[in-house]
């Protein structure tokens, strides 16, 4: 598929059929950077939930402010951030061979335990994106705050080629 004059790779094809447009990833916001390579692994600073489609953002916590359902949306929302980021530090997103790992965190109320069914908002995305690349190795955990109070905070590590 052509859009815009550019031959456009198979998993940006992929995002036009589902629907996705992504969103333009976020600067840092304190003394970081966005991504690392070390040889053919790209770790990804942790990265918060895009905005949804009618311009407003998840805050609070899942469990208390915000249901599971919610907080899956949000992680969800957190992969097309993750995504964006990947297109823009690689060009290609056809590049990444393999998600290898995430680490999820919820902001999450005290009596809230279902952290990774928020996560898999990431992890499904992933693998209807990447397919079989997408699958990974995983941590989901809870934390008692997040930075401005967003629900999710997800990092990742992708093998990619050059």
Do not use: W
Not at 48 to 67: C, E, I, Q, R, Y
Not at 109 to 114: A, L, Q, Y
Not at 152 to 162: A, F, L, P, R
């Amino acid at each position: 598929m052509i859009l815009g004059g550019t031959k456009l790779g198979l998993v940006e094809n992929k995002l036009v059929q589902i629907g996705i447009d992504l969103p333009l990833p976020a600067d840092p916001v304190a003394n970081y950077v966005p991504a690392v390579r070390v040889g053919d692994l790209l770790y990804l600073s942790g990265l918060g939930p895009a905005s949804k489609d009618d311009g407003t953002s998840f805050t609070g916590k899942v469990g208390s402010d915000l249901s599971l359902e919610e907080g899956y949306e949000a992680a969800r929302l957190t992969c097309l951030s993750i995504i964006g980021r990947l297109k823009k530090e690689l060009g290609e997103l056809d590049r990444v061979k393999r998600v290898v790992k995430l680490l999820g965190m919820v902001n999450s109320g005290p009596d809230f335990t279902d952290h990774p069914a928020v996560i898999n908002g990431c992890s499904d995305l992933l693998v209807e994106v990447f397919g079989d690349n997408g699958s990974h190795a995983r941590s989901a955990v809870g934390v008692s705050g997040l930075p401005f109070d967003i629900p999710v905070e997800i990092e990742i590590i992708v093998e990619v080629s050059d």
